[in-house]
């Protein structure tokens, strides 16, 4: 499983999301899409962060941990 979580320089609720993730025990990529806008082709987000789990936009904003987990538990 590979988890990707967009993010960008000014990004708050990123953070949030990072020790969601950390909490969880997932291993994870933070990309920052001002430096890779390919990205945002792929994954057309208008708000940070976006959760990409396998190749997939799964997430826009900051789930609920439960969610999350889950989400994780059946990728």
Do not use: H, R, W
Request: glycine letters at 4%; charged letters at 30%.
């Amino acid at each position: 499983m590979k988890v990707e979580v967009l993010t960008t320089p000014s990004c708050s609720n990123c953070s949030v999301v990072e020790k969601m993730l950390d909490d969880l025990g997932i291993k994870y990529e933070v990309i920052d899409v001002t430096e890779k806008p390919e990205y945002l082709q792929k994954y057309p987000i208008y708000t940070a962060p976006g959760i990409v789990i396998d190749d997939k936009l799964e997430f826009v904003g900051v789930p609920k941990k439960e969610k999350l987990k889950a989400k994780i538990a059946t990728s």
